[in-house]
């Protein structure tokens, strides 16, 4: 049998450590924390006398599960769930996954452990049937990423329609060669993107060169490299749907540095209208989320889930608005 001194000689650290972390004892770091969850883990050790006095005891944490801090749409989205949360009396958790399916689990087992009252998922690398597991130790929401299969509360933007009005407004500026970027394929919330994508393509009766779709792009530099492959192609599109401004900032930043005008010769249009936008030169178009509206609404939830109340598998799902700048709007093309 496992014991508490397996456990703190697996994690390099005294007995009366890991007994203060498993008890749930202020003012032990973040990271001794992590070391015995990892060796209780490792080992298989469930302190069941403590989780049973943990188990109707509330920390007051919620966890935010989010890709990418670093992201301005995830940061902007964590510090407006942290507001909304001090309101209700809750402490928010950010934990970065990096888009991980190994530490995603582990951040999963500050649920397991009584670590936290509820966690938040943003996004999700690990299939549904492993993530469920952790239903049984305490509730979770999605909050923007959205899951088929999932049985727990969902909190999202329509994205088919923002990827839908998106392309519909460069088709309308005359556009017949699209490119699109996105930051992954596995993503439901990049595939509903695609799904407006395309419909809006058949709307118009066009067909989608597949020379001009571009995966994995999340940052500035990501756009650079996207612009600088377009430069290059004998019969380059003439507009690029992008997933985030990030991506768009880094498409201009590359157009201007070889002497490429947008929109004249190339439109560009973003996602997620972050201040970035406003910034560039030409201003970006781009589809706004509003983050603070969502990140009240996952929190509410959220608080409810703790509590107790609400519908398990509710869907709560919100429009999108296009935000028409510069970086689309050329006075050479033809004008919505």
Not at 61 to 79: S, T, W
Not at 167 to 196: D, E, M
């Amino acid at each position: 049998m496992v014991t508490i001194d397996d456990v703190a000689k697996r994690a390099g650290l005294s007995k009366s450590t890991v007994s203060r972390v498993i008890n749930d004892y202020p003012h032990v770091s973040i990271k001794k924390k992590e070391k015995v969850f990892e060796a209780m883990k490792e080992l298989g050790y469930v302190p069941n006398s403590s989780a049973r006095s943990l188990r109707n005891k509330k920390t007051q944490m919620i966890a935010v599960l989010v890709p990418r801090i670093m992201n301005p749409f995830f940061g902007q989205l964590a510090e407006s769930m942290e507001i909304q949360a001090a309101k209700h009396g809750y402490q928010l958790l950010i934990c970065q996954t990096m888009y991980s399916k190994e530490t995603e689990l582990k951040h999963l087992e500050l649920l397991k452990m009584r670590q936290v009252d509820g966690m938040i998922l943003t996004s999700i690398e690990n299939e549904w049937d492993v993530v469920k597991e952790y239903l049984s130790y305490g509730p979770m929401i999605l909050c923007n990423e959205f899951e088929e299969e999932a049985t727990i509360p969902t909190v999202k933007f329509d994205q088919i329609h923002g990827g839908y009005v998106a392309t519909k407004h460069l088709i309308r500026q005359g556009h017949k060669k699209i490119a699109y970027c996105t930051g992954g394929q596995k993503s439901n919330v990049g595939q509903h993107r695609r799904r407006g994508f395309n419909l809006a393509l058949q709307e118009y009766h066009l067909s989608f060169d597949e020379r001009y779709g571009f995966y994995d792009a999340f940052s500035i530099e990501d756009g650079i490299r996207i612009f600088k492959h377009i430069h290059q192609m004998p019969d380059p599109p003439t507009a690029v749907f992008t997933g985030s401004d990030e991506v768009a900032a880094g498409i201009i930043t590359g157009a201007k540095e070889y002497g490429v005008s947008v929109p004249e010769a190339l439109a560009v249009i973003g996602f997620d209208n972050q201040v970035i936008t406003k910034l560039m030169d030409p201003k970006i178009s781009t589809v706004e989320q509003p983050i603070p509206f969502l990140a009240k609404r996952a929190v509410e939830v959220m608080v409810d889930r703790i509590s107790h109340k609400g519908n398990d598998q509710e869907v709560y799902e919100y429009p999108l608005e296009l935000i028409i700048r510069e970086s689309t709007v050329s006075p050479i093309r033809a004008v919505e």
